[in-house]
């Protein structure tokens, strides 16, 4: 076409117009760290694997969580879930239920039999970890994939550690924990059972490990002073719950008193009620509301017909007759005695009063810092002795699986660096995924899926599993409803709203790039982008 | 996977632009990395301008709907002057532009060539903004109406007439600060007037199809250029383009404006068949007028020095009565497209 | 094929011989029948693909010609008076795009007050709108230079404005030989755009031009017309060959040769001019007259070639350039340049006022006595003037000056469309 002059323009022909010199402000992608992950104690990258699991992609999921976690069917059961604590979602209507969609990856993946790989080169050293409970069995993971030879000491029968000796069989049904040891075994790990190391320092003197991870969790029961006529109708929950699992099934009688507040409080009652006690008693000097145990555990327990005695502490026993003192909270929330007393029948006292580390077996390790009965680790998990590592319940911090074998992850990495003479530095953490750096408009209405739950009937005379699993499609649907915090989940929003066309789409899974040769800097995309993951940057001239 | 096929909840659904989770088949078109662009980088318009990008999210769903057999009839106006400074052009479609009043004339004209000269498959669009549309432009509107002539109008509404620099157009609302509807005296902004409402008069003239939309609803306005597409004779479609600089509000905050413009039920949304309205969408978090009004600077004299109660109630019973008169607020009838 | 009949029907069934593909209708005395021929021609199937369209204005009329003519279709419309000004922003848009859109005018003065008799003043309003204007001096001109426009208008990618005298040309019923059909096929191609808008090969039309192009564009514009006034002659003289007879062309001379009086004039009026030529002459007077056939582009160069030798011209304009005079005359001026000719403005005929051969030769013979001013008015009824001055020289609210001279002389219009 001969077109006339000026009146009639090439088509598209105003790309020569550079506004992108408009610009006082630039828009940048980045990754805001979500407000699960950062509060995950095992460090996963919960959001990265809740992207994979919209998608359906399930094994993707599951090896994302492998990355940080060798036991996402575990994990989904008794981990407490600070993350969904922290989740955003929450603050739109319920928090997303990561574990639930953890524990159906794991399941899923026992199912499958998924299985990773060593990938690294054998490095020749080899490394001792004391205690096979999940923080040994982490660090032993980690370890392995890094190449290190490996080789656990454990005291017991078993594995596990507090995971099989604690936490009942109803919460997490022993097949599925002995699936994902096993999946740590097949790597190599040597885990030597029945083999308690009495003498950390003559171990070390007979065999040449080249570093050391201890991680031999919180063992002795605590025990309060009670004048007992029949000391044989006391016992202590951390035996009560380990004899289930070596068989040594205590007798407990019709009428079961739980002394204590805690999660192992609810764990012990539960289980006497499954072990045919007709009416167990949880006795705490404080009310429901201080309670330390989990508010799904008591209300679990409840529904089960565990019964509660509130403010009152147990003062003695005789002939099955056992003396409780009424409590009374003071202004700091603390209960005090007030000297009214009353009576209470019962087979047995369970006492539920916490647990210390067994230290004996540390000898005078040189170096070695013990403060308020726990081992003190520096930030790279390093006892005072070098080469020795420890973690979980033995070392300062909040006694759970998931510190635990974030603490094994951790140890695991810093031993490794260690070995090659260099120290862990972690990569630096981004910036917080905060509420209200999202876009919340763009999230549909979604209401969280409850877990189906075993009927009562069952619940209080089995050991069976009491919380159900996800299925596919509402472990999708969960999946789902989660905001992807701070993360692109490739919406599309910035590449459609820019009304200068100034955003590039890469292409499935490679996300987007700003063409600033037209971005004039309006922040439309920075301002639509559902979760958070455009900002504007001043322009500098 | 077959979890995921039956799983009909996709995070962001179809509020998101695009959404990986989506079958392909139902994506947007301006999710799609091959749109057309009918409005191409390099224009000159300001800073998140909603009228650009309501253009292209028209024209790239019309260019879709019809394979890219499409001619464009243009009004004067921002749309048109950002476009086409001599000697670029941002338009990536055929397009004509000629006057400020006549863009449905010359619809009208470019239809009947195409029937004429049999080009069946060659289909009309012709667009403008406000002033261009109720204003000066509506004879010509009206007339193509009338005769039902197979043109698809599009109104780009930013409520004043912008490129001449922000005066008063008949669709500027009550209360609005325009140049010509200064913030001052007695009663500052734009009088509370009966209102115009195009689409309505559109609906009157009995033409297969009238539709609002808003640039805050992609999926919505896509599915309306689509449906309109699909049919037959004179279409309207009246699209709600927040303009930063004439409302005053924050050049990122276009679509928020406008969704929020959507949400308090300032401006309804809905489609109409042959004068009947059909569909509505309805609000989904609704907000008072306030939350709108407070965004834009041409509404500060509402807020300070002194709240006006008095107008500021006057606007929401505005609102309210288009609640109640589209039935915004009914979640039973939402609209049947993704 | 020879007819009596309507000069509005004539022009209709050119148009539709020259086979245009969209139509625009809307009415407005002295125009009206022309469309509502073309409508009937539609309507029963003798015209045939051809929309034809009933808009609902003149603005929209030109609209939906710009529309249909930038989509390649052959597009015409006709108008006249109120109708060409409510247009005018569209007429002004057509040729700005290079739309060969071809228009009639049927000529008819503006208000207010309002009148539908013939004059120029339309047409003239709108000289400038860089439309070709093309004149017809009777209806068989009127007739061909429609089949002449489209084609001229299409070669150049400019619109076409055909003027007829309303009334005068477009409701006298005379003789008139409309073509064939096959004769105008022969004679005008089908239209093949410049530039168009379509899908195919998409292109960005009607851009704007700031000040760094705007005078180019402009300029070329002129120089489009300045291509008409070669084109023009050429085509009338291919239409003698094809048609066999004159018409069109940039002007006609008639006893020019040798005259030291020329009368210079547009349209139907040439014919009464032309009978009191002829009396003169034959009283041995050296008269002539030149009709202009092509007003825009004014053809200065074929006018000085005319007339240059003439001592005295005299231009019979049917519009007033208030406050100066002449349109014409203004013109013509370029084409006697480094001339003394003395050239006389007489405006006559405005708003249907009769042109008398009594009236045309009184003029004549007080430019030959060379006591013609400069600036006159034909018949103006000076007593009827002088009494409304004086009325409002006495009293500031002298009410509407046509009412208070329809009282004064006693008539009142009687119709008025
Ligand atoms: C009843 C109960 C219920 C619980 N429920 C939950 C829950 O639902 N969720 C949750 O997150 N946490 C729960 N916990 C806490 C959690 O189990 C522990 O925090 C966690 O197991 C600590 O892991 P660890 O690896 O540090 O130690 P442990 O799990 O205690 O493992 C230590 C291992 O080391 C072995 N060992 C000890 N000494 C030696 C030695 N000298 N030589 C060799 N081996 C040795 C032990 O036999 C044991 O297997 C619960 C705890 C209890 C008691
Ligand atoms: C006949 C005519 N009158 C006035 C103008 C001046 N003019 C050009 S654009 C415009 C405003 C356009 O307003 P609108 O149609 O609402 O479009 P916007 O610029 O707001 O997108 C005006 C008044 C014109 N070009 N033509
Ligand atoms: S929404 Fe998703 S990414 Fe965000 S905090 Fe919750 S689970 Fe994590
Ligand atoms: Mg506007």
Redesign the pocket.
Known sequence: MNKPFAITLDVGSSLANKTGSWRTERPVYVDRLPPCNHACPAGENIQQWLFHAEEGNYEAAWRQIMKDNPMPAVMGR???HTCEGACNRAKLDKPVGIHAIERFLGDLAIAEKWNVNVEAKASGKSVLV???????LAAAYHLALLGHAVTI????PF?????R???PKY?LPREVLDAEIQRIVDLGVKIELN????DLDAVLATHRFDAVFL?????LAKRAYIPAGDASKILD??SL?RGMETGEQPLLGRRVLVYGGG??AM??ARSAKRLGATETIVVYRRTREKMPAHDFEVQEAMEEGIMFKWLSTIKSESGGTFTVEKMKLDDKGKPQPTGEYEEMQADSLVLALG?DV?LS?LGKLKGLSINDGVVQVDSNMMTGCKGVFA????VPAE??????VGHGKKAARCIDAYLKNSVYAPPPKHELAVFDALNSWYYSDAPATVQPMLDLARRESTFEEVVGGLDQSNALFEARRCLSCGNCFECDNCFGVCPDNAVIKLGQGKRYAFNYDYCKGCSLCANECPCGAIKMVPETI | MTGASRVKFYQTGTFTVGNRLLDVSVRSVQSDADRNNSLNSGHRACQGCGEALGARYALDAAMRAVNGRLVVANATGCLEVFSTPYPESSWRVAWLHSLFANAAAVGTGMAAAMKVKGRKDVRVIAQGGDGGTVDIGFACLSGMFERDDDVLYICYDNEAYMNTGIQRSSATPAAARTMTTPAAGQEPGNVFGQGKNVPLIAMAHGIPYVATASVADLRDLEYKVGRAMAIHGARYLHVHVPCPLGWGCDTGDTLKVARLAAESGLFPIFEAEAGEVTGRRTIRRRVPVEDYLKMQSRFAHLFSPKRDERRIAMIQAIADRNIRRFGLLDKSEQGAHP | MLKQCEGSIAIAEAVALCRPEVICAYPITPQTHIVEGLGLLVKSGKLSNCEYINVESEFAAMSVAIGASACGARAYTATASQGILYMAEAVYNASGLGLPIVMTVGNRSIGAPINIWNDHTDSMALRDAGWIQLFAENNQEATDLHIQAFKLAEELSVPVMVCVDGFILTHAYERVDVPEQSKVDAFLPPYEPRQVVDPDEPVTIGAMVGPEAFMEVRYLAHHKQMQALERIPQLAEEFRRVFGRASGGLLHTYHTEDAETVIVALGSVNGTIKDVIDQMRAEGVKIGSVSLCSFRPFPTAALHAAIGHAKRVVTIEKSLSVGIGGNVSHNLRMALQGRDTKVSTVIAGLGGRAITQTSLRKVFTRAIQDTLEPLSFMDLNTAVINRQLERERVTRRTGPAAEAILRDIGTMAARVS
């Open positions: 008794v981990c407490y004391v205690g096979a409970g999940p923080s040994g000491r454990e005291a017991g594995a596990g550690g507090m995971m000796f604690g936490i919460r083999t308690r190391v009495d991680a031999v969790g919180a063992h929950a951390v719950l999660n192992t764990d012990a647990q067994d077996f973690g979980g319940d033995m006694r759970t699986v998931t510190v635990a």
